[in-house]
């Protein structure tokens, strides 16, 4: 598994419930009590597994995760540059996230609203966004083993984080409706052409 620790089958059960909650009806469908209903688990066991809807949406990302790593996969190799297979990588990303806007939506609000507590699960969503940014510079697939360490490690890691900076800020900025969906591709093409000549 790509993300985090695999959740038991009613953790699951909950995090699929808020998922279709979402999907339909966004960030605001996904009540407590509603999941726990629809999840058929007391409201309790909801409780006992996650602090908050913020935290359920986040363990969402896993399953991102594996979506965008299964689609990177079998684009591996397409692209003759680093800026060409970033690139890639970033629209492949944002294709991925946009195909369910109302989820997508959710998930950006609950990165952006939620507590300290659930702080781990957006840092290993950025690790593993790192991870495959860094495969995209090196033309390997995301799910090879990589090496570590070194000058060019610490260049590549600080390129995955002004880039990962620029994209969830135009994710933002289309969750909040200032600019469409376009946009976000644009701007992340725009950040890639200049850091990556």
Known sequence: MLFG??????????????????ERDGFAAVRLRD???QAQVALGTVYKRFSSKEEIL????????ERLSERLAQRAGEGATE??????????????????????????????????EVHSRVISFH????????AAIRGTRPDEPQEWGGDS?????????????????SLV?????IHEADQVHVDIEAAVTRLLP
């Not at 986040?58 to 995760?65: F, K, Q």
């Open 83 to 116: 800026a060409e297979r970033v690139s890639i990588f970033f629209h492949t990303a944002t294709d991925v996230l946009l195909e369910r806007p109302k989820l997508t939506r959710a998930l950006v609000r609950s990165m952006v609203t939620a507590g300290r």
């Open 127 to 134: 690790a593993l966004t790192t991870m495959m940014i860094i």
């Open 35 to 37: 999941v726990a209903a």
């Open 5 to 22: 620790t695999r959740l038991d089958e009613r953790a699951q059960r909950i995090v699929d419930t808020a998922v279709t909650l979402a």
């Open 153 to 169: 490690d610490a260049e590549e890691r600080m390129l995955a984080r002004l880039l990962q900076h620029v994209w969830f800020a």
């Open 58 to 65: 986040l363990a969402a990302l896993g399953g991102e995760a």
């Open 173 to 177: 900025g289309w969750s909040s409706g």
